[in-house]
C-alpha cells in the first residue's frame, strides 16, 4: 500500500493553503502535481548540463543527450516496450494522437474505408479524425455506451468489418472513470485487419500497462498528467508499423540527408522528433516514472480504487447529486463527475475553491460524450497518489456549503 503521508510530503504545493483552508486537490485528471524529485531533476539540468540534445561535440551536450535517452529508456521499461526505438517524444498526448492520425492514417486511409472510435473519447481522439476523414474520405463511426456508462462492445459488433482500418478508443475516459476492456477491442480490431490506437492519457497514470499484452498497436500519454512536466508526451507503437509511417512534421533532427528537392528520413524514433525536442522536460518525465515505478503501479491503481469507491458511497448521500459513470470500482478509474441539480457545474467549482477544494468543471474536452449525456457541463473530482480519505470528506462537506449558499437545504 502507498504510504501517503510520505507520499504528500514530496509535493510541496499540497502545504498551501487556500483561502485560509487545506488545499484538497481533486483535478489530476487535468493535471497532476509535481514531487520534488521531478523539479529536483530538471533544476539540476537547466543549472549544471544544459545544451542542445544530439547536436554538440562537447560535454554539457553529451550529458543532456545521455540523460534524455536514458528517459527514453525509462519509459520503455515501464511500458515493456521491445526497445528504446519503439518510444517517440512528442509535446503531448494530443500531439501523439495527431503524429499517428497523419503520420499513418493521411496515407493509409482512403474512401470508402472506416475509422471507429466511441462517444466518450476525449476531443483529442476525435477531432483529428474529422480532419483525417475529410482528406481521404474514410467514414468516421461511433461505439455507443451501456445504461451503465460502459462501451457497449456488444452492439458495436456489428461495427467490426472489412471496412475498419483503424479502431481509436480510450483507455479510461476522463469524464466516466470507465476503463475500456483494451484486449477484447484489440481481438475485435484484428480480426478484420485494423491498428488499434489507445488513448492512454488517463490510463498510464493510474494503472500498469504492458504494451506486450495490452494488444493496442499505438499508445498515446502524456507526462503532466503522471507527475511530469507539462510539454512532453509519448505515442508509443510498434517498431515495423513506425516505421512504415511518414513523418507528420519535417525539420532539423528527423533527416537522414536533405538535398533541393527531396529529403531521407532518420531511423525510428527519430525521424518523428522534428527540432529541437523537449528534453529537460522529457528527463522530468523520466524522473516522474522513477517515482511511480517506486511506489509500484499495482499500489497506485489499488489507492485510486480504495479512494474512489470511498468517494462514491460519501457522494452517494449528497442530495441531488447524480454520477455519470460507473456505479462501482470495477474497471473504473479514480474520475468521477456529476451533477448537482439546481446549481451550475461552474457555480458548484468556484464554491467548493472556497472551500479550498480544487475540482474541474465545464464539457471536460468530451462535448459529444456530455451532449449524449444531455448536459452540457458537470463537475469532476479525481483523485491520485498524494489524495488521502480527508481530501473526499473536504468533498462533501463543500458540496453540503454549496447546497446552502443556493437554498436547497432550506432556511
Request: charged share 20%.
Amino acid at each position: 500500500m502507498i504510504d501517503t503521508d510520505a507520499v504528500r510530503g514530496d509535493f510541496p504545493i499540497l502545504e498551501r493553503r487556500i483561502n485560509g483552508r487545506r488545499l484538497a486537490f481533486l483535478d489530476s485528471a487535468a493535471s497532476s502535481q509535481k514531487p520534488v524529485q521531478v523539479l529536483d531533476a530538471m533544476a539540476d539540468i537547466y543549472r549544471n548540463s544544459y545544451a542542445n540534445v544530439h547536436r554538440g561535440a562537447y560535454t554539457l551536450s553529451h550529458e543532456a543527450t545521455e540523460a534524455y535517452e536514458e528517459a527514453r529508456h525509462k519509459v520503455a521499461v515501464f511500458l515493456n516496450a521491445t526497445s528504446d526505438e519503439e518510444i517517440v517524444f512528442t509535446r503531448s498526448a494530443t500531439a501523439a494522437m495527431n503524429l499517428f492520425a497523419y503520420g499513418w492514417g493521411l496515407n493509409n486511409l482512403k474512401s470508402g474505408d472506416r475509422i471507429l472510435t466511441s462517444v466518450m473519447e476525449h476531443h483529442a481522439n476525435i477531432v483529428p479524425w474529422h480532419i483525417i476523414a475529410r482528406h481521404t474520405g474514410a467514414e468516421l463511426r461511433y461505439m455507443e455506451l451501456t445504461d451503465g456508462f460502459r462501451l457497449d462492445l456488444e452492439g458495436a459488433q456489428d461495427r467490426f468489418d472489412e471496412r475498419v482500418k483503424v479502431v481509436a478508443v480510450s483507455g479510461m475516459s476522463n469524464v466516466l472513470g470507465t476503463m475500456p476492456p483494451v484486449g477484447e477491442i484489440a481481438r475485435l480490431a484484428h480480426e478484420v485487419g485494423a491498428v488499434l490506437l489507445v488513448d492512454g492519457a488517463q490510463l498510464v497514470p493510474h494503472a500498469p500497462v504492458d504494451v506486450q499484452t495490452l494488444g493496442a498497436d499505438f499508445l498515446g500519454f502524456s507526462g503532466h498528467k503522471m507527475l511530469g512536466p507539462t510539454g512532453i508526451g509519448v505515442l508509443w507503437g510498434r517498431r515495423a508499423l513506425l516505421e512504415s509511417m511518414e513523418p507528420a512534421e519535417g525539420g532539423g533532427e528527423m533527416i537522414r540527408d536533405v538535398r533541393l528537392y527531396e529529403s531521407d528520413w532518420a531511423e525510428v524514433p527519430h525521424k518523428f522528433e522534428a527540432g529541437t525536442p523537449p528534453f529537460v522536460e522529457a528527463i522530468g518525465l523520466g524522473a516522474a516514472v522513477d517515482y511511480l515505478s517506486a511506489i509500484g503501479m499495482d499500489n497506485v491503481l489499488q489507492h485510486d480504487r480504495e479512494l474512489t469507491g470511498y468517494a462514491l458511497e460519501r457522494l452517494a448521500g449528497v442530495p441531488g447529486l447524480s454520477i455519470q459513470g460507473p456505479a462501482d470500482t470495477v474497471d473504473r478509474g479514480g474520475a468521477i463527475s456529476f451533477d448537482l441539480t439546481g446549481i451550475h457545474a461552474h457555480d458548484v467549482a468556484t464554491i467548493l475553491d472556497q472551500e479550498g477544494v480544487a475540482v474541474r468543471a465545464g464539457h471536460h474536452c468530451a462535448k459529444p460524450l456530455l451532449r449524449s449525456l444531455g448536459l452540457t457541463a458537470s463537475t469532476r473530482a479525481s483523485f491520485y497518489v498524494y489524495n488521502v480519505p480527508e481530501d473526499v470528506d473536504a468533498l462533501v462537506d463543500a458540496l453540503g456549503v454549496a447546497r446552502r449558499i443556493f437554498g436547497l437545504d432550506g432556511p
